[in-house]
T-cell receptor, first 117, second 114 residues
Framework: KQEVTQIPAALSVPEGENLVLNCSFTDSAIYNLQWFRQDPGKGLTSLLLIQSSQREQTSGRLNASLDKSSGRSTLYIAASQPGDSATYLCAVRSGPDSGGGADGLTFGKGTHLIIQP | ETGVTQSPTHLIKTRGQQVTLRCSSQSGHNTVSWYQQALGQGPQFIFQ???????GRGNFPPRFSGLQFPNYSSELNVNALELDDSALYLC?????????????FGEGSRLTVL
């Protein structure tokens, strides 16, 4: 059964710092990996989607990498701002044999990020 | 372009009751999936509909059921509500049913079961 772990669970840094959020998954047979942002009590905003054949994706100050063979992804946030404060969720789409539910995303519990002004 | 919209945003039910949650998918999207997010947890996959047929389901009991309509909007129905059903219910749509698709989520419906 696919399992996704995100480390750290919470992170607080001063504004302007570069930071890295980590995501690991147990079954490397994935189709893609997606990073989301969630503000308190709100829905999920898609940040980046990395297909299994890709190594990284970039959008503005965000860069996500994928090492499928080792079951890891990182989300790099450059020059952090207070508006980046949110929970960041990592999710993988696995094959139907991974036991997580045919065709659904398997999510980690997220990293709660606070950027101090 | 209209994003994914869900209704109602909040609702309170008592144990044993039934609830229906609604979702309008993003324009041009024919695949809808539903997720349950308990407080402090990541979302969990409930099921998915592609062109009005359920084509994927997570580890949820049969009292969680759904529908997708010809306009690709969707409903999630939960019967015999239990206290543990209290959660944020998220709907997501995607432009196709391929395994490589990106999901776009709505703001969710917050269900409280008393």
């Amino acid at each position: 059964k696919q399992e996704v772990t995100q480390i750290p669970a919470a992170l607080s840094v001063p504004e302007g710092e570069n930071l890295v959020l980590n995501c690991s998954f147990t079954d490397s047979a994935i189709y893609n990996l997606q990073w989301f942002r969630q503000d308190p009590g709100k829905g999920l905003t898609s940040l980046l989607l990395i297909q299994s054949s890709q190594r990284e994706q970039t959008s503005g100050r965000l860069n996500a990498s994928l090492d499928k063979s080792s079951g890891r992804s990182t989300l790099y946030i450059a020059a952090s701002q207070p508006g980046d404060s949110a929970t960041y969720l990592c999710a993988v789409r696995s094959g139907p044999d991974s036991g997580g539910g045919a065709d659904g995303l398997t999510f980690g519990k997220g990293t709660h990020l606070i950027i101090q002004p | 372009e209209t994003g994914v919209t869900q209704s109602p945003t909040h609702l309170i039910k008592t144990r044993g009751q039934q609830v229906t949650l609604r979702c309008s998918s993003q324009s041009g999207h024919n695949t809808v999936s539903w997720y349950q997010q308990a407080l402090g947890q990541g979302p969990q996959f409930i099921f998915q509909y592609y062109r009005e047929e359920e084509n994927g389901r997570g580890n949820f009991p049969p009292r969680f059921s759904g529908l997708q309509f010809p306009n690709y909007s969707s409903e999630l129905n939960v019967n015999a509500l239990e206290l543990d059903d209290s959660a944020l219910y998220l709907c997501a749509s995607s432009p196709d049913g391929t395994l490589y698709r990106e999901l776009f989520f709505g703001e969710g419906s917050r269900l409280t079961v008393l």
